[in-house]
């Protein structure tokens, strides 16, 4: 074991004494002049975690949407799946670990999981655009070099980029690539054949606006847009040569604010979307004549793409089970939607995208949709073999070509994680082959008026919640006092959950009126204040 270097190496790269920070919902993330140590030490465990799979193992440096002074780190497992649970305990322990303590830490995870430090080990590194990104990485680097491991440093990537190239390398190049090249090249190739087998196909279509949210994702879009001319033709704004990133523009932003980001021109009718600081969430919108706002989050997407998908299994004659994955927070109305008018069944999972895309691995098709605009699809080894088959066999030249587009689709989706600009290109096929515009694709149902607000309490940890967070168990009173609100109004629901990410309970609120939905919000959020001990000023009413 090399764990005096690994001791020499950490000294170098030294803990603030008393500093503790968790493995939150996606990995750590905090203000980055505190992130220099957990850094290096996600090195050593992405070492420890390839030595153990016998994988390469991917290390992203980001802070997704967090402001451009924060950042934080994702581990990337062997398929290209987020960090295992079970293990986010000891990247927990690990980054607490006080410089003296480093040791044990370390080995006692070698222990647990019988790990041979004689394996070989392999780690890919990458990083988003924010200014501490770069030396951050370096950190990684130092504490995989550490440990005598090999590694590549991808450079600037988006996340779901990054996801793409751990999963090439590890199925030995069958998912694509492994190369930022590779990606493009594989999209485009998909995107393209899938456009052109449109009967609606207009070699001069309308512009789509994307904000970059002034991140990876822009300088990426840059990389990728001549492989999609003519068929797409794109104007990026907010593409990181001036703005600030995230800082009032991207899909969170957009999606919290429900306003548009600044710095977009935004004519009446045209689509935009905007996408998050390192490019795994996406969301569209459109402004209409009389200068209205409107939204497509991650449920209308959800709804375009299943419904797509559906029908096309219809034509190609295949009985797969598809289902659609969203969390508590998707407007009542796509669930009803989806279950009523597309028969397609609908189920819940918590918050955060790794327990979305567990629960959709249980299908052929699982399409998961986050409403903050996080999400993919999954196609079951079965779906994938079935679809290739038909694009051979199948009975009429309507099936097959049908198939042939169920091959494209499942060849542009990055289906190891949720990716802006693959479920940008696939929204973008479907409008075109259906011959949707925004607003066609906005009427297929109406969402529900809704509000997000959150309260400030002394512990966040005294609220627990069940039925995939749709419910609280504790502090006792706290749901019957919910039931009760929401029985006030009309076509209502509510939920309170902790976040994963902030020091604040989350509440939501829907209802028939956007006054509703406010009031049934707010006092909510007082509910939440008496019973769970709010700190600090009593939640005030929206208006
Ligand atoms: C993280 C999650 C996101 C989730 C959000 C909830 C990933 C990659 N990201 O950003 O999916 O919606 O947390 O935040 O899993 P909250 O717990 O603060 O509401
Ligand atoms: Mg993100």
Redesign the pocket.
Known sequence: MHLESVLRSSARHAKPAGLTLQY????F?TKAEHLDHVMHRMGLLAVLRSKKTKFIIGVMVTA??NPEEDNGV?LVDPMGE?LVQEWEIYATNLANAEEHELQTVLTNIIKQEAINMQDESSVAIGRDTRPSSESLSLAVIDGVTALESKYQDYGLVT?PQLHYIVCCRNTDGRYGEPSVEGYYQKLSKAFNDLVKQSPECQAEKECLSIDGANGIGSLKIKEMERYLQPRLSLQLFNDGSNGRLNYMCGADYVKVQQKPPEGIDMKPNERCCSFDGDA??IVYYYKDSGDGFHLLDGDKIATLISTFIKELLVKVGLELNMAVVQ?A?ANGSSTRYLEEVMKVPVYCAK??????HHKAQEFDIGVYF?A?G?GTVLFSKTAEEQIRQLTKTGASEESRKAAQMLENVINLINQT??DAISDMLVIEAILSLKGLTIQKWNEIYTDLPNRQLKVTVADRKVIDTTDAERRTVKPPGLQEKIDDLVKKYNMSRAFV??????D?V?VYAEADTQENADALAHEVCLAVYHLAGGVGDQPKPLR
């Open positions: 939150g919902t996606a990995g993330r997704s949407h994702k987020m996340t795994d969430r969390t927070y918050t955060g995208v790794k327990h979305l986050e903050n996080h994680v949720g959950r902790p976040s994963g990410t902030e604040v989350r």
